[in-house]
């Protein structure tokens, strides 16, 4: 693999997005804005951080998993979900915008 390019091993991050109740308990809409670029779709309450625990809603991070990243761009997995505007909940940044918004996880 190049230098350009590396492949971290389980990298994960909080990504920050918009929460609303989902279809079913336990299930969550969440929207992530990236720019112009809206990333939306449904996931499981425990892949969820709530800035307010209380109500559940609003602004908070659902996980996700860097699988590959360059000087430009960085390429992420969302969590397990049913996603309108993403396939198989892969999705890409400018890697200037991950550095400022994604959060790492300790493992």
Known sequence: MS???????AQFVNIP???QP???PGE???NI??????????????VLTFSD???RLGSGFVRGNIVNQTEK????????????TTA????????EWAKSNFQPLSA
Do not use: H, M, W
């Not at 761009?73 to 309108?84: A, R």
């Open 3 to 9: 230098q350009a390019a590396r492949k971290p091993t």
């Open 17 to 19: 997005c918009q929460i």
């Open 22 to 24: 989902g279809p079913f």
């Open 28 to 30: 969550y809409l969440v």
């Open 33 to 46: 804005t990236i720019g112009d670029q809206i990333v939306s779709g449904f996931v499981r309450e425990n």
């Open 53 to 55: 625990p209380i109500t």
């Open 73 to 84: 761009e960085t390429t992420v997995q969302l969590p397990p979900g049913s996603y309108f």
């Open 88 to 95: 198989n909940g892969i999705t890409s940044v400018s890697s």
